[in-house]
C-alpha cells in the first residue's frame, strides 16, 4: 500500500521560510518511478497546484505566482520530495499535500498540474502565514 507523508507545516512570519517533506513509502514500483506534485487547499477552496518535479528530477514546475518563491526538489534514495518556501505571504496560508503519478510508462521529464492525474495522495500538512 503506497503512503506519503508530509511533514515540515507549521505558523511562520510574512517574509519567512518552511521546508516540506514528504516521505513515501510502500510504493509497488520504485519512488524513482513516480512523479511527484505539491498542492493546496485553502478552507472553501478547491485543490490548487502548487509545483511538479519529474520522475527524473528534471524539469520542476511552479505555479505562476510562486515562482521564484517555491522550489521542489527530490531525493530517490531517500524517497522523499521536498518544497521549500521562502518570502511565505499570509495568502500562501493553506494545507499542503504531495501526491505521486506513477509514470514509467512516460518520458522521463513528464509531470501533471491536474490533480486527478495523481494515484497517491499524502494527508496534508497545515502551513499558517502570520501578517
Known amino acids: 500500500q503506497v503512503q506519503l507523508v508530509e511533514s515540515g507545516g507549521g505558523l511562520v512570519q510574512a517574509g519567512g521560510s518552511l521546508r516540506l517533506s514528504c516521505a513515501a513509502s510502500g510504493f509497488t514500483f520504485t519512488f524513482r518511478t513516480f512523479a511527484m506534485g505539491w498542492f493546496l487547499q485553502a478552507p472553501a477552496n478547491e485543490r490548487e497546484f502548487v509545483s511538479a518535479?519529474?520522475?527524473?528530477?528534471?524539469?520542476?514546475y511552479y505555479a505562476d505566482s510562486l515562482k521564484g518563491r517555491f522550489t521542489i526538489s527530490r531525493d530517490n534514495a531517500k524517497n522523499t520530495v521536498y518544497l521549500q518556501m521562502n518570502s511565505l505571504k499570509p495568502e500562501d496560508a493553506a494545507v499542503y499535500f504531495c501526491?505521486?503519478?506513477?509514470?514509467?510508462?512516460?518520458?522521463?521529464?513528464?509531470?501533471?498540474?491536474?490533480?486527478?492525474?495523481?494515484?497517491?495522495w499524502g494527508q496534508g500538512t497545515q502551513v499558517t502565514v502570520s501578517s
Open positions: 501526491a505521486g503519478a506513477q509514470a514509467l510508462s512516460r518520458y522521463p521529464n513528464w509531470f501533471d498540474t491536474t490533480a486527478s492525474a495523481y494515484d497517491c
Open positions: 518535479i519529474s520522475r527524473s528530477g528534471g524539469n520542476p
